[in-house]
């Protein structure tokens, strides 16, 4: 018979005179929790810019319902709230570990007063140049995402005006 | 030699920006005032875009691929309101196909792919008169 519990490879392993890390290459499997990938600590520090983005905008347009400006904000917001979604949908953390971002390094939130225009298109310009900063390290497919978030990001801060 | 993928990418590149000059051609033949100067600015940017492309192709060993003498259109291009929806269209495309340097491994590439994208969704969005959530993917279902 080969096939062998989990439970029962150490006493295998102890009865044989080894130890688990003498049979695997890897990070020893009995020794805790492995550091989370570069890819998932990018995921998560672009999903906490993501919600300070859509902090933002909802703060701007609190201060404004009903004209045209908020309207335009509400679409820019709708496009930011997709992104959250297709990022957050990439996030797959292992168990035991904790599926929130750190938190973000950003200044903290403003009032609704304070959120201009000139505020949302800086934050739209600094995103994208943010995002493609991550490019270089990140596995094909996110840098893929990312660089679209990216354009758009792009596209909104000449929306803005800019 | 460079990697096969990014040489692959970048002739992908360079072919949707031929498409973009040829159709902008078209465009153009149907705009006026300040959309016709708007489509001959973007129909040059392409242009350099193109020559850009061509002489990273050649670093690299390879040969530009040439560009077609007739692109078939996506739909009838016949007054402005089409025209501008063909420049939206074109622009589209370029977005696509830069989006491909973005996942090679080089990274020199992947931030030059970026920052075209952005070139050309911005484009877009100023002849849609919108802008999109995810520039040069296909739609995305969570």
Known sequence: ???????????????????????????????????????????????????????LYQLAISGDSGTTRARTLRSLLAQHQQHLVQLKARLIVPPGASASP?????????????????RLRAAERASAADLVRRLATAPPALAQLLASIAASDATHATALGG | MASTGAVAALQAALAAENAAIFGYGVAGAHLTG????????????????RDALAAMISVRGAAPAAAQAYYQLPFRVHDAP???????????????????????????????????????????????????????LTPLVP
């Open chain 2, 82 to 136: 089409s025209a501008i929806r063909l420049a939206a269209y074109l622009e589209d495309g370029v977005t696509r196909a830069y989006l491909g340097l973005v996942a090679v491994s080089d990274q020199r590439l992947r931030r030059f792919g970026a920052m075209a994208m952005q070139d050309a969704a911005q484009r877009a969005a100023s002849w849609r008169g919108s802008t999109q959530a995810f520039p040069g």
């Open chain 2, 34 to 49: 300040s959309s016709q100067a708007a489509a001959e600015q973007d129909w040059t940017a392409h242009n350099q875009a």
């Open chain 1, 102 to 118: 750190s938190p973000s390094s950003a200044s903290p939130s403003p009032r609704a007063s304070t959120v201009s225009i000139t």
């Open chain 1, 1 to 55: 018979m080969l096939l062998a519990s989990a439970a029962a490879l150490p006493l295998l392993l102890g009865a044989a005179g080894c130890r688990s890390s003498d049979v695997f290459t890897g990070p020893d499997p009995l020794a805790g929790r492995p550091p989370l990938g570069h890819d998932v600590l990018t995921l998560q520090a672009v999903i906490a810019a993501e919600e300070n983005m859509i902090d």
